[in-house]
Protein backbone atom coordinates (compact mmCIF):
# COMPACT_ATOMS: atom_id res chain seq x y z
CA UNK A 1 0.00 0.00 0.00
CA UNK A 2 1.48 2.93 -0.99
CA UNK A 3 1.78 6.43 1.70
CA UNK A 4 -0.89 8.42 -0.34
CA UNK A 5 -3.35 5.64 0.00
CA UNK A 6 -2.56 4.68 3.67
CA UNK A 7 -3.56 8.76 4.18
CA UNK A 8 -6.69 8.29 2.50
CA UNK A 9 -7.85 5.26 5.24
CA UNK A 10 -6.64 7.28 7.75
CA UNK A 11 -8.51 10.33 6.89
CA UNK A 12 -11.99 7.77 6.60
CA UNK A 13 -11.32 6.39 9.47
CA UNK A 14 -10.80 9.05 11.51
CA UNK A 15 -13.93 11.01 9.79
CA UNK A 16 -16.34 8.09 10.78
CA UNK A 17 -15.08 7.92 14.33
CA UNK A 18 -16.88 11.38 14.99
CA UNK A 19 -15.90 11.35 18.46
CA UNK A 20 -17.85 15.05 19.15
CA UNK A 21 -20.84 13.44 16.59
CA UNK A 22 -20.66 16.86 14.69
CA UNK A 23 -20.89 15.23 11.54
CA UNK A 24 -18.87 14.14 8.43
CA UNK A 25 -16.37 17.20 6.77
CA UNK A 26 -16.36 18.96 9.98
CA UNK A 27 -12.33 17.65 11.02
CA UNK A 28 -10.50 18.43 8.59
CA UNK A 29 -8.12 20.28 10.07
CA UNK A 30 -7.67 17.93 12.96
CA UNK A 31 -7.37 14.72 10.16
CA UNK A 32 -4.59 16.66 8.75
CA UNK A 33 -2.62 17.13 12.57
CA UNK A 34 -3.89 13.16 13.42
CA UNK A 35 -2.13 11.61 9.71
CA UNK A 36 0.67 13.69 10.38
CA UNK A 37 1.43 12.67 13.35
CA UNK A 38 0.47 9.25 12.63
CA UNK A 39 3.76 9.31 9.93
CA UNK A 40 5.82 9.99 13.17
CA UNK A 41 4.98 8.21 15.89
CA UNK A 42 4.72 4.28 16.12
CA UNK A 43 3.47 4.08 20.16
CA UNK A 44 -0.26 3.56 20.80
CA UNK A 45 -0.14 5.50 23.70
CA UNK A 46 1.95 8.13 22.38
CA UNK A 47 -0.40 8.62 19.06
CA UNK A 48 -3.37 8.62 21.30
CA UNK A 49 -1.99 11.49 23.28
CA UNK A 50 -1.28 13.49 19.83
CA UNK A 51 -5.03 12.69 19.01
CA UNK A 52 -6.35 13.98 22.75
CA UNK A 53 -3.90 17.08 22.50
CA UNK A 54 -5.34 18.01 18.84
CA UNK A 55 -8.77 17.69 19.17
CA UNK A 56 -9.25 19.26 22.33
CA UNK A 57 -7.43 22.33 21.12
CA UNK A 58 -9.73 22.36 18.44
CA UNK A 59 -13.07 22.12 20.06
CA UNK A 60 -12.09 22.97 23.20
CA UNK A 61 -13.60 19.40 24.25
CA UNK A 62 -11.62 16.07 25.85
CA UNK A 63 -12.08 12.90 25.00
CA UNK A 64 -11.13 9.84 27.31
CA UNK A 65 -7.79 8.72 26.53
CA UNK A 66 -9.44 5.07 25.88
CA UNK A 67 -10.94 6.54 23.28
CA UNK A 68 -7.87 8.06 21.64
CA UNK A 69 -5.76 4.69 22.63
CA UNK A 70 -8.90 2.66 20.34
CA UNK A 71 -8.28 4.86 17.34
CA UNK A 72 -4.57 5.26 17.82
CA UNK A 73 -4.25 1.15 17.39
CA UNK A 74 -6.69 1.20 14.00
CA UNK A 75 -4.66 3.48 12.82
CA UNK A 76 -1.13 1.92 13.44
CA UNK A 77 -2.82 -1.54 12.53
CA UNK A 78 -3.27 0.10 8.97
CA UNK A 79 0.20 2.28 8.78
CA UNK A 80 2.02 -0.90 9.92
CA UNK A 81 -0.01 -2.80 6.68
CA UNK A 82 0.93 -0.24 4.74
CA UNK A 83 4.51 -0.54 5.35
CA UNK A 84 4.21 -4.56 5.37
CA UNK A 85 5.13 -4.94 8.66
CA UNK A 86 2.17 -7.21 9.66
Known amino acids: METSEMNR ?6 EEWDPFTV ?10 DVVAQLHLLDHPSDLAKQIQ ?4 FS ?7 EKCVDI ?3 LLG ?3 EA ?3 I
Open 9 to 14: KAARIL
Open 23 to 32: GEGRYDMEIV
Open 53 to 56: KIYE
Open 59 to 65: FGKWIPL
Open 72 to 74: SYK
Open 78 to 80: LKY
Open 83 to 85: KSI
